[in-house]
């Protein structure tokens, strides 16, 4: 692997993973930070939701009030109470009343909660009534069907000793819970004790419920009933929240990659930079060592024969010229070798490039020192 590419590698696992690193930590942060004010709003709308069923329950009470006060001045009511004069109207009495107030549901109940009247039934006379206290749900039995109401109760005296309770309440259906939910991204179900159905608003809806306080419920349809149970889950919607972390993680990657490339960009020239230098340097070592092992090779044989030569000029000197005779072909053959070497490595400079030249610039350029 050559210096250059070790250096890139390295360059670039020194800054990716840092990079990496720092990117994930934003990443996370923002997605928490996005999911907490999710949170925050879906927190807000489910206040919003309970201060709305609240105000429907104070809506429905100021109605049975206004019916109260009609009540305790309406003389054929008291006849039919006090004096036991025909019943008939009695009997139409909450019919017309729940028509003319806007509710949905209405009974007079007696003091042991009895029906006197009813607005949807005349032969519920004298039937036990839901107890109702308080804001309550009520699934309650027409003609049509049965259906759910949100009612709650108010008591009037037409005496002294003759006591009634009327129960009144709207329809809680998928209009209702549809203005409870007043957001796209929120749904509202009702869950009831012992219902494999449950009415929502009629939309899909994903992620954990959130459960508001629970409902008083009375199944009414066939008695009494007793009091139950019930809750309104808000429903989340992922939609949102998915879109958003969505969207973090598209520009979390496009920032990754953008910073990814700069430094890649960025260790490619510093690696040019340093390793072309570097580079050069260990090549001039490389060369410089393999000449001087050459030239060794290239004088060692000389400097044998001249040492042999020396020491039989010392000790021997009738034998030198027929010593120097046998050693001159190692001479010869050293000295060629050198001068192929020379020629060799004079081989390896840089070619000179034949091109047309201005003679004079040439001139003018040497002779310019010159002219002081």
């Known amino acids: 692997m050559k210096f250059r590419t070790r250096l890139l590698i390295s360059f670039g696992v020194v800054v990716l993973i840092p990079l990496l690193v720092f990117g994930l930590g934003i990443r996370r942060e923002m997605s928490r930070s996005v999911t907490g004010q999710y949170e925050e709003r879906v927190q807000a709308l489910v206040n919003v939701i309970n201060a709305d069923i609240a105000r429907e329950g104070d809506r429905i009470g100021a109605r049975l009030a206004t019916m109260k ?23 139409d009495y909450a019919g017309n009343a729940m028509r003319m107030s806007g509710l949905d549901f209405l009974q007079i109940q007696d003091d042991e909660g009895r029906v006197v009247s009813s607005g949807h039934f005349r032969n519920e006379f004298d039937r036990l009534g839901p107890a109702v206290s308080g804001t309550t749900l009520v699934r309650a039995a027409t003609a049509e069907g049965p259906f759910l109401t949100l009612v709650t109760s108010d008591t009037v005296y037409i005496t002294p000793s003759h006591r009634f309770r009327l129960v009144g309440g709207i329809a809680v259906d998928s209009q209702f819970l549809a203005r409870l939910a007043r957001d796209p991204e929120l749904g509202v179900a009702l869950a009831l004790p012992r219902d494999s159905t449950r009415s929502d608003s009629g939309k899909l809806v994903v ?83 393999q000449v001087t092992h050459d030239v060794k090779n290239g004088l060692a044989p000389l400097r044998n024969v001249f040492r042999h030569l020396t020491q039989v000029a010392r000790d021997k000197p009738a034998e030198l010229p027929e010593v120097f005779a046998e050693r001159q072909g190692t001479v010869e053959s050293s000295i060629n070798y050198l001068e192929t070497l020379a020629a060799n490595y004079a081989k390896l400079s840089p070619q000179s490039e034949r091109k047309a030249t201005d003679v004079n610039a040439v001139v003018r350029e040497t002779i310019g020192p010159c002219r002081r």
Do not use: C, H, M
């Not at 006060?69 to 009997?91: E, I, T």
């Not at 260790?267 to 490389?286: H, K, N, Q, Y």
């Open 69 to 91: 006060n009609s009540l305790k001045d309406d003389n054929n009511f008291r006849n039919v109470v006090v004096r036991g004069a025909d019943r008939s109207y009695v009997l």
């Open 207 to 289: 992620g954990p419920p959130l459960t508001l306080p629970y409902i008083p419920y009375i199944d009414a349809t066939d008695g009494p009933g007793r009091v139950e149970q019930a809750r309104i889950e808000i429903t989340r919607s992922s939609a949102l929240l998915t879109a958003l972390q969505r969207n973090v993680n598209l520009w979390f990657a496009a920032a990754v990659l953008v910073a990814a490339l700069a430094a890649l960009l960025l260790a490619g020239w510093l690696s040019t930079r340093i390793s072309e230098p570097v580079e050069a340097r260990i090549a001039i070592g490389d060369i410089a060592r």
